[in-house]
């Protein structure tokens, strides 16, 4: 399936790859849980190859992006004018917000790790029920989405960012194999 651009489409894909990503943890090894990952052989430039250091580092990056997601729909539906990133990151420095996140998150267990991301994504996904597909993947709805859907939102908080979790799994899971 490619990228959701209705609300059907958006909690299929988004319960799926939930879905997915909970059975890729659930198959890896004791090996694989306990092993920090090690990226520095690969080609792979962005940052978050170099930040995060194992499973728990990954469930907490995708739990605090549904944190932003939650606490910008939230705000703005109560008419406060809250960015999507809150100060004083902005979209050209929210790799710094992402180090401060896994900073923060040093001393939480995998066990809690697991805990939250589940009850964010329950969150995530219940915030984006009351929504109509009109309202999420019509532009203009909502000023404070500015040029994008709210339904984008969704989609890269969701889905996507599921994708993005397996990705790093699954090479874990190859340089694990290989040593």
Request: aromatic share 12%.
């Amino acid at each position: 399936m490619g990228r959701p651009t209705t609300k059907a489409d958006l909690l299929k894909a988004a319960t799926e790859n939930y879905g997915k990503l909970n059975e890729m943890i659930a198959g890896l090894t004791e090996t694989e849980l306990h092993t920090p990952f090690d990226f520095s052989e690969s080609a792979k430039k962005e940052a978050h190859w170099k930040r995060d250091k194992n499973l728990r580092d990954v469930l907490v990056h995708l739990y605090e992006w549904h944190q932003l997601l939650l606490t910008w729909v939230h705000a703005n539906q109560r008419g406060d004018n809250w960015p999507f990133i809150p100060k004083p990151y902005n979209w050209k420095t929210y790799g710094d917000m992402n180090v401060a996140f896994w900073k923060k998150h040093q001393d939480t267990t995998l066990e809690e790790a697991k805990e939250l991301l589940q009850k964010s994504h329950a969150e995530v996904m219940e915030l984006a029920e009351t929504f109509s597909n009109e309202e999420l993947f019509s532009k203009g709805i909502f000023p404070w989405v500015g040029g994008s859907t709210l339904g984008s939102y969704f989609v890269s908080n969701t889905s996507s960012h599921y994708d993005w979790a397996m990705k790093k799994l699954k090479a874990h899971k190859k340089n694990c194999a290989g040593k």
